[in-house]
């Protein structure tokens, strides 16, 4: 008897994850078409010159079990070895988060504490309004919630929204704040709240050096993080697939996906030579954009799920890597920063995030002399950022981080770029009508929408790999029902800062 196959489209976290969850509870042997050449999507780790790029910075923290153990079973924690080598420096290391915010050319603890530097780099006024505010939106709230402003200034007054939240967030997705809906704040920044952020505070004053999985994500002092960066861990499940018979296949961009029967699917895919592929299975779990899903299932789409798949928004990511001097990066600095990464919340340049990579691990930087940086920019396929050409936008992400005076152009050492399209699925456009193609793609029940783009849902790591786990679930229980999956990361316990459901 032939074994069921599930064709399984990206290789990022959703699609390795449930590769290999159906390799170990089931029988369906999966095959991964993958678009590039590499693992992890997203989350991969690029080398160049010895040096580690993590895409976006990933923390390994979850309020997952599931997930934690999940990790823990391929790269084991540094306190569970007792000091011994791992084979292949396959290990999670313990790490403390810090992160902080630069607003008018001052640093800002992020998150936000209520001490003599945030009193004296506010101002007395400043904060004043800050409070008055956040007092006047408690006693009357905005009733329709239906904006990211409103999200914002319902949780933390319009003053404090104006002054850290609106300029970086419009900088994140190019489009005003009143133009996304609030669903992307209750998904990203949770239960997060001033009083939440005063009682971590102060519960964290008292429980120094402690950690656990009730508390909000935006929150947490402590994470784990890979040796050499995300990518090492993908990288080991991907070799891991392959032992157990799984099959990877890499540089195949999915050109049609066809029912023949109604648990029989074909997917035909294209190499960059040209070079067409056909693959036939039971199952298909798709990893990739929505807008390319349902353009690839074809014309027997109804046109409005087609016009409304064309509608969604995505938006880009460019990562420079930037290798300096560490003695002058310091001295500019007057200190060796300790954050992993920097908010930049200045209106006059056009870096959103900056990256200490030595800080969330020493092993990504080759020479510990050195900083390794990585500056965040974001922007839409196409438009003037997207089309520079590397050597002109390396030089303009100099020129801005000289004119933040973070580095001199004598301490720059070495430089690379890094695109990424499509790494954040958008909360506006016709977003508001995805509904609709939830529920044409739900009808296919051998044909499971999981991950980030998969989902068009900003998922973290966790929650797109929880969203492959539970489709395997599903697939074992016999539920046809996808419910389980598209509340996954929206469940008001989970907001609350209780640990998920197993």
Known sequence: MCKKIAIIVGAGPAGLTAAYELLKRTDILPVILEKSNVVGGISRTVDYK??????????????????????????????????????????????????????LRRFFDYPLRLNFKTVKNLGVIRLIAIFTSYAFVKISPRKNENTLEDFFINRFGIVLYRTFFKDYTEKVWGVPCNQITAEWGAQRIKGLSISKTMAHAISNFFNKGKTNAKVETSLINQFMY??????????????QVQ???????????????????????????????????????????????????????????????SR????????????????????????????????????????????????????????????????????????????????????????????????????????VLDATIIREPKAYPAYFGTYNEFDKIRQYTDRFKNMYLIGRNGMHKYNNQDHSMLTAMVAVDNIINGIDDKNNLWTLNTEKSYHETQEEPK
């Not at 070895?81 to 403390?96: D, F, G, S, T, V």
């Not at 409304?308 to 420079?320: K, N, Q, S």
């Not at 300096?324 to 995030?353: C, H, S």
């Open 50 to 103: 010895g040096n580690k790029i993590d895409i976006g910075g990933h923390r390994f923290f979850s309020k997952s079990k599931r997930v934690t153990a999940w990790w823990e079973n391929f790269l084991p924690h540094e306190d569970a070895l007792n000091n011994a080598q791992h084979p292949n420096n396959l290990i999670m290391l313990k790490r403390e988060r810090h992160s902080r915010i630069l607003y």
């Open 226 to 239: 890979p040796k050499h960066g995300p990518g090492q861990l993908w990288e080991e499940v991907a070799n």
């Open 243 to 305: 032992k157990l018979t799984g099959t990877i296949i890499f540089d195949q961009t999915v050109q049609s996906i066809e029912w023949l029967a109604e648990n029989q699917v074909e997917v035909k895919s294209i190499d960059s030579n040209g070079k067409t592929a056909v693959y036939q299975g039971t199952f298909v779990f798709s990893t990739m954009p929505v807008k390319g899903l349902i353009k690839a299932m074809g014309a027997k789409v109804p046109n409005e799920i």
């Open 308 to 411: 409304i798949a064309e509608g969604l928004v995505y938006r880009d990511f460019i990562t420079v890597g930037l290798l300096v001097d560490g003695k002058v990066f310091e001295n500019l600095l007057g200190t060796m920063p300790k954050d992993n990464w920097i908010y930049i919340q200045e209106n006059d340049v056009a870096i959103g995030r900056l990256q200490l990579f030595n800080n969330w691990s020493p092993y990504l930087v080759a020479d510990s002399k050195h900083m390794w940086l990585g500056l965040e920019y974001f922007c839409n396929e196409g438009d003037g950022l997207w089309q520079k050409k590397d050597e002109d936008f390396i030089a303009f992400a100099v020129a801005e981080l000289q004119k933040l005076k973070f580095v001199t152009c004598e301490a």
